[in-house]
């Protein structure tokens, strides 16, 4: 179990280091904040902007000291965005991920351009790479795949691409349950996992049957350390969502076991 964890964002480290791996939070006690100061109101400010401005922040400020008071930390997605709406900056280094059919865009430019029924939005912490997965039931036997690092301990990944039947060679349908656990089947061969069950009627890989805004989706996850990254022990959780016949994927592999950068990522994907 992880002895420290950041009270701002509730990243879990296995052991003391100067700032969060997540965040990037000071974690020496003398600078962990147990107080909010208040903001200054500016006097030439309109009277109704300055009660909607305090009011926010006197939300925020509360939520804040909520959370460090009674040690609500492990999900505080609601503060941090909260705080970015309020002060108008983003707080923990996480910004959009944009993809959308060329021309769609009307306000913010696209961070890439994708065919129709690709287009989505997700957050992902720091510079992203944008790179091609390896996997056979995919068009072009590969996924476009976009990926950001926490530190040197976490891998984040968010992959997309028309898909077809394993076993047939036909195009997916968002209705095709068997083709779909399929595929699921066959993203865990790439890595070097599977669902079979043991002969103590056990399996390391646990596949949940979901839906995610209304499209079917399989949560796979590895409960015990089955995978590596950089050469230590790591955990991994995927989301495999249909989208008619194009498949999406968000997915991270991390040393640590806590759930919170996947639950970001997800948290925050839209379709457009």
Not at 122 to 130: C, F, H, I, M, Q
Not at 249 to 272: A, C, G, H, N
């Amino acid at each position: 179990m992880s002895k420290y964890r950041c009270p701002i964002c509730g990243a879990t480290h296995k052991q003391y280091q100067p700032n969060c791996r997540l965040c990037g939070q000071s974690l020496s006690p003398e600078n962990i904040p147990t107080d909010m100061p208040r903001a200054a109101t500016p006097a030439s400010a309109n009277s109704s902007i300055k009660g909607v401005f305090l009011i926010g922040l006197g939300v925020v400020l509360v939520l804040l000291v909520g959370a460090l008071a009674f040690g609500i930390v492990q999900s505080n997605r609601t503060i941090e965005t909260a705080k970015e709406v309020v002060l108008q900056q983003n707080v923990d280094g996480w910004s959009p991920l944009v993809c959308v059919v060329e021309g769609t865009a009307t306000e913010t430019p696209p961070t890439c351009t994708v065919a129709p029924g690709e287009g989505f939005k997700v957050e992902l912490p720091g510079d992203r790479t944008k790179s091609n997965t390896p996997f056979g039931p995919a068009e072009g036997t590969k996924m476009e795949t976009w990926s950001a690092t926490i530190g040197s301990d976490t891998l984040l990944e968010v992959a997309f691409a028309p898909i077809t039947d394993p076993a047939t060679g036909a195009a997916l349908t968002s209705g095709d349950k068997d083709a779909f656990d399929r595929i699921a089947d066959a993203w865990l061969a790439g890595k070097g996992l599977s669902r079979a069950v043991s002969s103590t009627g056990s399996t390391d890989v646990r596949v949940q049957e979901t839906s995610f805004k209304g499209y079917p989706a399989l949560l796979l996850t590895t409960p015990t350390t089955e995978v590596k990254y950089n050469n230590q022990d790591a955990y991994l959780r995927t989301l495999l969502i249909l989208r008619d016949d194009v498949l999406f994927v968000v997915q991270t592999t991390s040393i640590y076991e806590s759930s919170d950068p996947f639950d970001r990522m997800v948290s925050t994907l839209t379709f457009s």
